[in-house]
């Protein structure tokens, strides 16, 4: 086995810029949009865009998942056991979380609200705008009605900033982490066992939902990292990369995702950290800025390709290929106007958090 060339990591003072995560960012924004682009065309016409190559797009998120727990831990973990932290902490991942988000669902609600007055028929189902409704989707509370489809992926992002927050308090409190994730296991165990795909609940689909877990395979991955040296990473991404490839569920949701997408995407992520700390590459600046706009590019794309493709629909458009161009063409502007957003707004309202 020592052709792995796994070997101790031998740290030195040198600053290592992780460009390839911000890269991976982007990129799994861009192939949960292309998914998105699938799937609705193959709701709207049933048929396949593109051969269906992007029917596992959905896997970003795993990815997302996995690096925001390296992020978390990389630039948190110096703070565990220092409770003076705690607030600087939350205060920095509450900027980052809500403003731009607030920024999407305020207006996609009045735009729900307006239609639904006004065309009914384009819905197809109708949001309550009961106070505790709204305020659940505001506030991204667990299982909240996500007037955008994607903001389930932040009420367990928050879930797992406000466990990692109880390090921070104190370090003994790891021990209640490790029983919250060995209860997570025996859940993903039971769930699996009974056969029960999706569903809802508070505690089996959220709390010890089992895609938590790929947030703990993200900061496995910084302490890999910390630790160890992997030298052949492009193998061991190509390999994760294949193995997540042909292995993936085909639909979303299916419980399997945990091991057949999140443990891939724990190598894959691996390597791509190995990868900076050796400088093996120089990441393009395009890809980079692509990653500063990964979390604008979520929370737009799927909104916009909805109401575009709806538009287009009636409107005529009846070639699958006619649509798919047109959404592809789409999703460049998407990804030009999520840049301009990242820049005109997102990013000052994170230097102004700093600063206060």
Same mark, same amino acid.
């Given at each position: 086995?020592?052709?792995?060339? *796994?070997?101790?990591?031998?740290?030195?003072?040198?600053?290592?810029?992780?460009?390839?995560?911000?890269?991976?960012?982007?990129?799994?924004?861009? +192939?949960?949009?292309?998914?998105?682009?699938?799937?609705? =065309?193959?709701?709207?016409?049933?048929?396949?865009? &593109?051969?269906?190559? !992007?029917?596992?797009?959905? @896997?970003?998120?795993?990815? !997302?998942?996995?690096?925001?727990?390296?992020?978390?831990?990389?630039?948190?973990?110096?703070?565990?056991?220092?409770?003076?932290?705690?607030?600087?902490?939350?205060?920095?991942?509450?900027?980052? $979380?809500?403003?731009?988000?607030?920024?999407?669902?305020?207006?996609?609600?009045?735009?729900?609200?307006? *239609?639904?007055?006004?065309?009914?028929?384009?819905?197809?189902?109708?949001?309550?705008?009961?106070?505790?409704?709204?305020?659940?989707?505001?506030?991204?509370?667990?299982?909240?009605?996500?007037?955008?489809?994607?903001?389930?992926?932040?009420?367990?992002?928050?879930?797992?900033?406000?466990?990692?927050?109880?390090?921070? %308090?104190?370090? #003994?409190?790891?021990?209640?982490?490790?029983?919250?994730? &060995?209860?997570?296991?025996?859940?993903?165990?039971?769930?699996?066992?009974?056969?029960?795909?999706?569903?809802?609940?508070? $505690?089996?689909?959220?709390?010890?939902?089992?895609?938590?877990?790929?947030?703990?395979?993200?900061?496995?991955?910084?302490?890999?990292?910390?630790?160890?040296?992997?030298?052949?990473?492009?193998?061991?991404?190509?390999?994760?990369?294949?193995?997540?490839?042909?292995?993936?569920?085909?639909?979303?949701?299916?419980?399997?995702?945990?091991?057949?997408?999140?443990?891939?995407?724990?190598? %894959?992520?691996?390597?791509?950290?190995?990868?900076?700390?050796?400088?093996?590459?120089? $990441?393009?600046?395009?890809?980079? #800025? &692509?990653?500063?706009?990964?979390?604008?590019?979520?929370?737009?794309?799927?909104?916009?390709? +909805?109401? @575009?493709?709806?538009?287009?629909?009636?409107?005529? !458009?009846?070639?699958?290929? @006619?649509?798919?161009?047109?959404?592809?063409?789409?999703?460049?502007?998407?990804?030009?106007?999520?840049?301009? =957003? #990242?820049?005109?707004?997102?990013?000052? =309202? =994170?230097?102004?958090?700093?600063?206060?």
């Amino acid at each position: 086995m020592s052709s792995l060339s *796994i070997s101790p990591s031998t740290v030195t003072g040198a600053v290592v810029r992780y460009n390839s995560i911000q890269m991976l960012r982007g990129v799994a924004a861009i +192939v949960v949009t292309l998914y998105h682009i699938s799937e609705n =065309i193959s709701r709207t016409y049933h048929q396949t865009f &593109l051969f269906d190559w !992007f029917n596992i797009g959905y @896997a970003g998120v795993d990815l !997302f998942f996995v690096i925001s727990g390296f992020i978390i831990a990389h630039t948190s973990a110096k703070y565990i056991d220092n409770p003076k932290e705690l607030g600087p902490y939350l205060e920095k991942r509450f900027f980052r $979380v809500y403003p731009v988000y607030w920024l999407f669902v305020i207006p996609l609600l009045l735009a729900v609200w307006l *239609i639904q007055q006004t065309q009914p028929g384009l819905v197809e189902d109708a949001y309550s705008f009961d106070w505790l409704t709204v305020l659940k989707t505001l506030t991204l509370f667990p299982e909240h009605i996500a007037i955008d489809a994607v903001t389930w992926t932040l009420s367990h992002e928050l879930y797992f900033y406000l466990l990692f927050a109880l390090l921070l %308090i104190s370090r #003994h409190t790891v021990w209640l982490l490790v029983l919250l994730s &060995l209860a997570t296991v025996v859940n993903c165990v039971y769930i699996f066992s009974q056969g029960w795909l999706f569903g809802s609940g508070l $505690v089996k689909f959220f709390l010890l939902s089992p895609i938590n877990l790929e947030f703990l395979f993200g900061i496995l991955v910084y302490y890999l990292h910390k630790r160890f040296r992997l030298n052949h990473f492009w193998l061991v991404i190509l390999i994760a990369s294949l193995v997540a490839y042909y292995l993936a569920p085909r639909t979303g949701g299916d419980i399997t995702r945990v091991w057949n997408l999140g443990i891939p995407s724990l190598f %894959i992520v691996w390597g791509f950290v190995e990868a900076d700390r050796s400088h093996a590459y120089r $990441v393009p600046n395009l890809l980079i #800025h &692509l990653g500063d706009a990964s979390y604008v590019i979520y929370l737009m794309h799927f909104p916009v390709i +909805v109401l @575009a493709n709806k538009l287009l629909f009636k409107a005529g !458009f009846t070639s699958v290929w @006619a649509l798919g161009m047109a959404d592809m063409g789409l999703m460049l502007l998407i990804l030009w106007v999520s840049w301009k =957003i #990242h820049r005109g707004i997102e990013q000052p =309202i =994170i230097k102004w958090s700093k600063r206060s």
